[in-house]
């Protein structure tokens, strides 16, 4: 039987004007670091306003630079433990 240890939440908040939306994501991790990412999406000029689709693009991105960021802090993390250059997490 699995047990949950942990839980993870994800904060994003989101700046929309008429043409652009900014998504910013914050995660505390456990260990009492914080990782922050960005994301934003640009409304084309001939596309009509859908300013959840604006959100869900920016926040895929800052999503996806917040999964890099954190891979990259892993794969410190067990090179320092191991005291050997690892291959890169991906």
Known sequence: M?????????????????TR??????VRL???TEVRAHGYASRH?????QPRVGEEIAGARALNEMAMKMLTKAH???DEAS???SHPLT
Request: charged content about 30%; aromatic content about 6%; hydrophobic content about 30%.
């Open 76 to 78: 410190d993390e067990i």
């Open 83 to 85: 005291g050997r250059t």
């Open 21 to 26: 939306t900014r998504a910013a994501a914050l």
């Open 45 to 49: 000029p001939s596309d009509k306003s």
């Open 30 to 32: 456990p260990d009492g």
């Open 2 to 18: 699995m047990h949950t240890a942990v839980g993870w939440h994800v904060d994003l908040q989101f700046e929309e004007d008429s």
